[in-house]
């Protein structure tokens, strides 16, 4: 790939995409990995002489339509602040003559998502002269801000995409590797194939919570009572634990689990996973099941995690997540944490990124690179 150089930067007009999509409440911006994330790159810009920056970024879901509440104006002034310039936000796809300047929330436009050359013509009309992908979260879509610069642009990675590349790279190996362990929780195990697939090979243990503990629960016989989990997926989840049984790597699974009536309930009970019936509710591992893994955590050399173990935004569910950070941030292995909700729990359970080796902006697109698919927004920046 083309990386960035001061040659490269001198005097350009730089279009770069970025992920500042962070999570929003009532307004404000809860947790801001992603702002900080993108600065080394806007701030290597300015220091190397970029005559001028556009900010491509997308914010929450709007679906191709217009959403106030979701204007990217909300990112102008913590980004300024991080970077000690003045950005400018723009309304639509226009510029200025200001230095560095955030455009509208990219997906108001239905181009987008479509990848509709037509958005990259309109962006044209900024007359850059080299484009920078930052963007790691969503290279896994081929979406036009993401792709669409390929045939038209020098296209560079930025120093974020870079670093996700770096710290991800050396576990796409095809045999194994010696103490590597990996966690994977959050809700569905059709986004989560490609991942266990490949570390069935490469992992000497893959531990499994959240929800989708509950639907390999099932595929083992368990009765996972009034638990999210996807019948549909059963088979899959048969198959995915015949290969590991076929490749002698440990997949883990709960023992015993908090259960509740409802999310809001405050009465939870420890319960042995074969006592689950009824209309119990699975919501987050249970104490000998967060003591077995954490066990596995002290021997790894390597841990990569991704999804929560439990719905660890309510606090009488919070425990497994919380302690299984706790041991990631204790132990001397390498540790490369992503997702979206882990991002989260870390700040909620005020853990400092510092304490992991890499913290991935990535959660779809970290599942992706990891599991070895090609991700066109990595493709798209192959030099020829």
Known sequence: MLTLSPTLVSGA???VRTDMNVPLSQGHITEDTRIRACVPTLRYLLDHGAQRIHVLTHLGRPKGTTTPDLSTEVLVQPLSDLLGESVEFRPDFTGSTSRIQLHQNLRFDPREKANDPTIIDELMGLSPTLFVNDAFAVSHRAHASVVGFADRLPCAAG???????NAMSPYLASQ???GLTLIVGGAKIDTKIPLLKQFAATADHVLVGGALANTFLSAQGYDVGQSLYQPEQIDTARDIMCQ???VHTGL??????ICADDVQSTQTADVPIEDVCGDMRIFDLGPHTIHSYKEIIAHASAIIWNGPVGLSEFPPFATGTRELLQALANSPATTIIGGGDTLQAIADFGFTQSQFSHVSTGGGAMLAFLGGEALPGITALSAE
């Not at 120093?159 to 590349?165: F, G, N, R, V, Y």
């Not at 883990?252 to 689990?257: A, C, G, K, L, Q």
């Open 159 to 165: 120093h974020l995409l870079q670093a996700e590349i």
């Open 244 to 246: 590991f049984d076929t």
């Open 252 to 257: 883990h699974m709960p023992i015993d689990v």
């Open 176 to 178: 194994r590797i010696e």
């Open 13 to 15: 007009t730089v279009i």
